[in-house]
């Protein structure tokens, strides 16, 4: 398989049809010299193309201001951002304007949350979307596990009301991490695909046209593996990813199919990062806890060099 870096084409001046060869999908240029701005937009495409690769960091309730400051410094302290890869850290809230002051450009900030209400209103507590792109913040998780199923004695949040947040945020120009998986006894009772295609994604679907898509990242979190230690397979993992791959295509299109990224979250480590990175259908990560210390810029590492 033979891969070409952006950068090595366009120092060798390719002024001809030029196929590029990436993740497994073959990109033809033809007539001109290829930009940065080509591949950074073929990049990002999946039929007859590539999936942009992606690395979210979910800081969740955690950080004082000493400690955001902290993974700042670090994260502007590593090697650039690979061009095939794109890096979004989630983070609470609060610290919202804090990290976006300080965070180098080639990293983008996303919110952990929104309101299923747009606008504003009297919803004490909620922050709202139109609220998140005042502040230029381009991101949000929706749907995460935890808020799935609830804590500290708070209700979870249904699939319904799931949907109804991915697309309040997709109309106001958000892009959406849009969370899905399933607990352990789904998995034990063989209903895992049902609940992630059946019910997660089909509520998700029901609600967005074919080209809201373009604004969806799909995050692959078995809830079993959150914060347990515990990490499914690579073999576990691509199963259901090629799953979702395939109920894209046929709900949707292929054309959305190919081009979404599917990620995959639960327990993900430096460790086990390039063994999961290595499937074909998953296409990067978010990360919990190991987004807090050194190892995250390891696992950037890891994403960006697999392409």
Not at 35 to 50: E, I, P, Q, R, V
Not at 180 to 195: M, Q
Not at 247 to 257: C, D, G, H, K, R
Request: one cysteine or more; glycine letters at 10%; aromatic letters at 6%.
């Amino acid at each position: 398989q033979l891969r070409i870096s952006p950068l090595s084409c366009c120092a060798a001046g390719f002024f001809r049809v030029s196929p590029l060869f990436y993740r497994n999908r073959t990109v033809t240029m033809s007539g001109r010299k290829p930009s940065l701005n080509d591949f950074g937009m073929y990049l990002t495409k999946g039929a007859g193309g590539a999936r942009k690769l992606f690395v979210g960091g979910n800081w969740k309730m955690n950080g004082t201001k000493a400690k955001a400051t902290e993974i700042v410094d670090r994260l502007n302290a590593a090697d650039p951002v690979a061009l095939s890869t794109e890096v979004v850290i989630a983070v609470n809230d609060l610290h919202v304007g804090y990290v976006q002051s300080g965070l180098r450009g080639d990293y983008a900030v996303a919110a952990q949350n929104c309101a299923a209400t747009p606008g504003f209103a009297a919803c004490t507590g909620e922050t709202s979307v139109d609220m998140l792109s005042d502040l230029g913040v381009e991101w949000v998780i929706i749907g995460h596990s935890e808020r799935r199923a609830g804590f500290a004695g708070l209700q979870g949040e249904t699939d319904e009301v799931v949907a109804q947040k991915v697309k309040i945020a997709v109309d106001a120009g958000l892009s959406v991490i849009a969370c899905v998986g399933e607990r352990l006894e789904e998995r034990e009772a063989g209903k895992t695909l049902e609940v992630v295609l059946q019910q997660n994604l089909a509520a998700i679907a029901a609600v967005l046209a074919p080209t809201d898509w373009s604004k969806i990242v799909v995050a692959y979190e078995p809830v079993w593996a959150i914060g347990t230690g515990l990490t499914a397979t690579p073999e576990q993992a691509q199963t259901v990813h090629a799953a979702i791959r395939n109920w894209l295509s046929e709900t949707i299109s292929e054309e959305v199919s190919q081009a979404t990224r599917v990620i995959y979250g639960g327990s993900v480590k430096a460790a086990n990062a390039a063994d999961l990175i290595s499937e074909a259908d998953i296409d990067g990560f978010l990360v919990g806890g190991a987004s807090l210390k050194p190892e995250f810029v390891d696992i950037i590492d890891i994403v960006g060099k697999s392409s």
